[in-house]
């Protein structure tokens, strides 16, 4: 089947929205944590206040969630229910946020493409597509905080990729082509580049190799040919009428 690329472009709008709505909250929280609510972890005439879930909702921002399934019931319709990787809450019911060990997070783990089941709430389901996330990082992460670095698709019209989800829309509403197209076989020739002429380059310069003066000595097999008396001057510095130097006059 088909990628429906109005679809894909409808589903990519509203994990971007979500996602929003995600960090928004991730960040409140933060900073009502940290700046209103000074008490927590203290003690007071009845116990603990509540401790600080500033790390969970660092974690959060930072993750937002990993997953997004879809599932078609027979009494509920298509639900979608998308997965976090951490422990804190998001209020937003329309959202399908769920944490890991919730029981909807649970089946949400374990989901693939076809997976079938039976539930009181929900009559028989079937899971009709999985959608897995990547987020930004290093420096980049707090320039694309509310956006995906790339979304994989796996479902019943087949799979596909998007990266950077933002981006892809803003490429679809200005109509040029993304980096994330679903249809890969059309992909447009690459155009003609008219390389700049080559520059002829000088021809190199050849130095004249220096010629050093080489020693050359003889060797000499008759030695007593030669004299090796050295000629020492006997004459003393000074007579024996001569003054002996003084040290102190020497040392002033």
């Not at 603990?48 to 969630?65: F, G, I, T």
């Not at 002429?197 to 010629?211: D, F, K, R, T």
């Not at 000629?231 to 001569?242: K, L």
């Amino acid at each position: 089947m088909p990628i429906n690329l109005k679809k894909l472009e409808e589903n990519t709008e509203r994990e971007l929205d979500i996602l929003k709505g995600v960090i928004d909250y991730a960040d409140r929280m933060v900073y009502e944590d940290t700046t209103l609510d000074v008490r927590g972890g203290m003690v007071y005439n009845t116990g603990y206040y509540p401790s600080s879930q500033v790390h969970l909702y660092k974690l959060l921002r930072k993750n937002a969630y990993a997953k997004t399934v879809v599932i078609e019931t027979a009494n509920k319709g298509v639900l979608e229910y998308r997965l976090s990787s951490t422990e804190a809450v998001y209020p937003n019911l329309e959202s399908g946020y769920c944490t890991p060990h919730s029981n909807v997070g649970r089946l949400a783990t374990i989901c693939y493409p076809g997976y079938e089941g039976t539930s009181k709430l929900w009559g028989d389901y079937r899971v009709v597509e999985v959608r897995s996330f990547d987020r930004f990082g290093g420096l980049e992460f707090e320039l694309h905080v509310r956006n995906f670095l790339q979304m994989l698709l796996d479902g019943d019209e087949g799979k596909s990729s998007i990266h950077n989800l933002r981006r892809y829309l803003d490429d679809l509403r200005i109509g040029k082509s993304t980096q994330g197209d679903i249809d890969k076989t059309n992909v447009p020739a690459t155009p003609d580049v008219k390389l700049p002429l080559a520059v002829p380059q000088a021809e190199p310069i050849q130095l004249s190799q220096p010629e050093l003066p080489i020693a050359q000595f003889t060797v000499v097999d008759d030695a007593e040919k030669f004299s090796s008396d050295v000629d020492i001057d006997e004459e003393p510095d000074w007579g024996a009428d001569d003054v002996p130097v003084n040290r102190k006059n020497i040392s002033g």
